[in-house]
Each structure stands twice: as structure tokens, then as C-alpha cells.
């Protein structure tokens, strides 16, 4: 089965751009990867997502390796309310979910 | 505000008890999924109904079941409750059956079985 392992914690200095990673060694060829991120006493949340190439959307980017066995999500200018766990998942278009352990990002004024 | 409501916030009840948690999606999303999430386990997805059929079953225990009603709610109907299902419960909603649809996600039901 498919894993995603995720850094247990990050910091950053505010307005400073962060780089969260991910590996999923085991994907499969059909597995999109998912970051959600789940701010305190809150529901998860969408961030972005990709199969093979890199995507930008306007709260983040998301930079695939070729290999697909790791991919980063980058957020440009970090916030303090950016502070939250990034959740780095892996959906299937067979309707499988792998959810990371998830990175708790803290976020330093 | 994700436009998903769940009632109610909080939950406590006892080891045996059923309870039933209730999501409404977003307007005009059709899909509902349900996750766990617990301290030891992580966020864990149980199932996933489209339009009033189940379309994707996750680690749901046989003791929890759900189903989507025709006015699109959803309900995650937990039995026979033991400490350990103590949990936060997320529903999400989207608006077509792909899984990997983006998706929005409630505030969440916390249960305490004491």
C-alpha cells in the first residue's frame, strides 16, 4: 500500500517562504497528491493538488519530482495564519486515501 | 466558512450507546464523505456516499454505518461505542463523485464515550 511521510514539525519567520516536503515512495501511477492544511479547532482544508506536473494557485505552489516519489509544497510568503498541519495525502482514482502524518507549521512574528 | 454544517459540535455519551451525527454539504455538492480523526490514528476515511448511493467505503467499522438522504444530508449512525471511537468526526462534501475532487469540510463533531 502507498505511505506518505511528512516532518513531524517546521518553523518559520514570517514573510519568509516555506518548503514542506513529502515522500511517497510507494505511489502509484494513478494516485494524485492532495495537501489540505487544518488550522486549530477547524475541519481540514484544501491547498492544492497535482498528478505529475507542478501547479500554482494563489495560496500556494506545489513542485512534483520527476520520479513522483516526493513532491514540495511551497507556500511563498509565510503568514501567522499559515500556522497549521499540512496534510500531505494521496487520493486514487480508485477511491483510496493515504493521509500523512501531517506537519505542524509554526509560523515565528 | 465552508458552506458544510454538522451538528451537534459536541458529543458525549457512554460505552454501549448509539449516537448519530448529522453533515449538511455545501449547496448543490453532491457527494458526502465521512473521517475520524483521533489522536493514535490520524485522519482516517470512512465512506463516501454520491447522491444517495454509497460510492467508496474506507476504514469504516462495522459497527458505524451511514446514509445519505434525497435532500442530500448525511448521517454516520456509531453503535454499540467504545472508548476508543472517542474522536473528532468530519464530513466533507463535493459537488461531483470523483475522489479526487477537491473538498470541503465541516467544523467536525467531537465525541467523548466515557
Known amino acids: 500500500d502507498a505511505k506518505t511521510t511528512q516532518p513531524n514539525s517546521m518553523e518559520s519567520n514570517e514573510e519568509e517562504p516555506v518548503h514542506l516536503p513529502c515522500n511517497h515512495s510507494t505511489i502509484s501511477g494513478t494516485d494524485y497528491i492532495h495537501w489540505y492544511r487544518q488550522l486549530p479547532s477547524q475541519g481540514p482544508e484544501y491547498v492544492i493538488h497535482g498528478l505529475t506536473s507542478n501547479v500554482n494557485n494563489r495560496m500556494a505552489s506545489l513542485a512534483i519530482a520527476e520520479d513522483r516519489k516526493s513532491s514540495t509544497l511551497i507556500l511563498h510568503r509565510a503568514t501567522l495564519r499559515d500556522a497549521a498541519v499540512y496534510y500531505c495525502i494521496l487520493k486514487t482514482s480508485y477511491d483510496k486515501v493515504i493521509f500523512g502524518p501531517g506537519t505542524s507549521l509554526s509560523v515565528i512574528p | 466558512d465552508s458552506g458544510v454544517t454538522q451538528t451537534p459540535k459536541h458529543l458525549i455519551t457512554a460505552t454501549g450507546q448509539r449516537v448519530t451525527l448529522r453533515c449538511s454539504p455545501r449547496s448543490g455538492d453532491l457527494s458526502v464523505y465521512w473521517y475520524q480523526q483521533s489522536l493514535d490514528q490520524g485522519l482516517q476515511f470512512l465512506i463516501q456516499y454520491y447522491n444517495g448511493e454509497e460510492r467508496a467505503k474506507g476504514n469504516i467499522l462495522e459497527r458505524f454505518s451511514a446514509q445519505q438522504f434525497p435532500d442530500l444530508h448525511s448521517e454516520l449512525n456509531l453503535s454499540s461505542l467504545e472508548l476508543g471511537d472517542s474522536a473528532l468526526y468530519f464530513c466533507?462534501?463535493?459537488?461531483?463523485?470523483?475522489?479526487?475532487?477537491?473538498?470541503?469540510f465541516g467544523p467536525g463533531t467531537r465525541l467523548t464515550v466515557l
Open positions: 466533507a462534501s463535493s459537488p461531483q463523485r470523483e475522489f479526487t475532487d477537491t473538498q470541503y
